[in-house]
């Protein structure tokens, strides 16, 4: 079954214990990208991926770090959380970079990871 | 900059009333856009997006560029269609491949 999966699913934590999210996807999809929801805010995106070894910046990448080392997995690293990074957290993926002229590849999301950060 | 307005946090209807999610944007360029939907305790999931022109589950969308707006529009409103909206766009934009979504609006169909 083609899908995104994150994990782990729920976590509670401690300011400044580093953390990492996994995702994963099996639809060999070269972009992936990470997004936070937070109420009256949206969707904001973290970090997004066009291939391996390739990351930029969205539009809330402080405190985070990504890496694509391999196609199918893009993990989410809080090298020392804080509690304003408490959020719902989505991984995405899509089979090709869904911005292209002429192009929209939709984008698959994760089920979410929701962090609590205290 | 690139924004993605939606300015309803809420929207309610009744069963069979017309529904207009509205979706303005900001944008240098030509984007893509589209129109994601999340029911409850479901994932995020793509309802419609601009270049294809289809309609889905009775929704369909135009691209207006004039306006920079992509309006979500179904002219008979189900029971089912209660959930969240959210409209976004894509593109390059300063050499980056950023997607920005809007902060959504929730549709609540009344019986």
């Known amino acids: 079954e083609a899908q995104v999966t994150q994990n782990p699913r729920y976590l509670i934590t401690v300011t400044g214990k580093k953390l990492t999210v996994t995702c994963s996807q099996n639809?060999?999809?070269?972009?992936m990208s990470w997004y936070r929801q937070d109420p009256g805010l949206g969707l904001r995106q973290i970090y997004y991926s066009m291939n391996v070894e390739v990351t930029d910046k969205g539009d809330v990448p402080e405190g985070y770090k990504v890496s694509r080392k391999e196609k199918r997995n893009f993990p989410l690293i809080l090298e020392s959380p804080s509690p304003n990074q408490t959020s719902l957290y989505f991984c995405a993926s899509s089979l090709v970079n869904p911005g292209l002229a002429g192009l929209n590849y939709e984008q698959y999301f994760g089920p979410g990871t929701r962090l609590t950060v205290t | 900059a690139q924004r993605v307005t939606q300015p309803e946090k809420l929207l309610s209807v009744f069963k069979g009333a017309p529904v207009e999610l509205k979706c303005n944007y900001s944008?240098?360029?030509?984007?893509?856009l589209f129109w994601y939907v999340q029911y409850s305790r479901q994932r995020l999931q793509l309802l419609l997006r601009?270049?294809s022109r289809e309609s889905i589950k009775g929704f369909t969308a135009d691209l207006n560029k004039g306006e920079t707006s992509f309006h979500l529009k179904k002219p008979f409103a189900q029971e089912e269609d209660s959930a969240m909206y959210y409209c976004a766009l894509s593109g390059p934009a300063s050499g980056t491949y950023k997607y920005i979504f809007g902060t959504g609006t929730r549709l609540k169909v009344l019986a």
């Open positions: 944008y240098s360029g030509s984007p893509e």
């Open positions: 601009h270049i």
């Open positions: 639809m060999n999809h070269e972009y």
